[in-house]
């Protein structure tokens, strides 16, 4: 069965403290892997679309990169308006969108 | 651009009763997803839409859940009757399609159940 993992569930951070956040995915081939944003309240807003392995997208202080069975979520220097559950999504051949249980970040002024 | 609307935000009903949810997706995308999130979870996905057709409801409880998706935009999800584990938030997602590249959804802001 297809699965998709997030690590750590939980990370507090000091403001300026930078990390980094995991998901990693046992589907068999990838066709795209998101990366979603969610606030308390609020539905995912989308951050970045990675299709293969090597890939990296940047936005402001997020980056996001793509190996064969993992990506990574690096945070730089996070401000506290940064803190929310960090979601991630695969879609594997054929099959729809599965998402991972997110981590949830909180960044402390 | 406006967004995904969602409405209501909020609903409390007992169980076995109705509830109904509705969806306005993004202008020009033709597909349409609803997703079932429960507290702490990541969103499950229930139907997805492609114009107004079904493309997938592998997931959907069809005992109790249905969506019609008339005309190719708005959307309704129904739950009849609800139970307690119905409690979560339903979202609704809408993405450009072409040429089978899957692109990224755009969620609404949701509409949290809360069944006593």
């Known amino acids: 069965e297809d699965q998709v993992t997030q690590s750590p569930e939980a990370l507090r951070l000091q403001e300026g403290e930078s990390s980094s956040l995991n998901c990693s995915y046992t589907v068999s081939g990838l066709r795209g892997l998101f990366w979603y944003r969610q606030d308390p309240g609020k539905g995912p807003e989308f951050l970045f679309t990675?299709?293969?392995a090597g890939e990296e997208k940047e936005k402001e202080r997020l980056k996001a990169t793509l190996t064969k069975k993992e990506s990574f979520l690096h945070i730089t220097a996070p401000k506290p308006e940064d803190s929310a559950t960090y979601l991630c999504?695969?879609?594997?051949?054929?099959?729809?969108?599965?998402f991972g249980p997110g981590t949830r970040l909180s960044v402390l002024p | 651009e406006a967004g995904v609307a969602q409405s209501p935000r909020y609903k409390i009903i007992e169980k076995r009763q109705s509830v109904a949810f509705w969806c306005n997706p993004i202008s020009g995308h033709a597909t349409l997803y609803w997703y079932q999130q429960i507290l702490g979870q990541g969103p499950k996905l229930l139907i997805q839409?492609?114009?107004?057709?079904?493309?997938?409801d592998s997931q959907l409880p069809k005992d109790r859940f249905s969506a019609e998706r008339l005309k190719g935009v708005d959307s309704t999800l129904k739950i009849q009757p609800a139970k307690l584990e119905d409690s979560a938030v339903y979202l609704c997602a809408s993405s450009f399609t072409s040429g089978g590249v899957p692109y990224e959804q755009y969620f609404g802001p949701g509409t949290r159940l809360t069944v006593t």
């Open positions: 839409f492609q114009n107004n057709g079904v493309v997938d």
């Open positions: 990675l299709y293969s």
């Open positions: 999504a695969v879609q594997p051949p054929g099959q729809n969108f599965v």
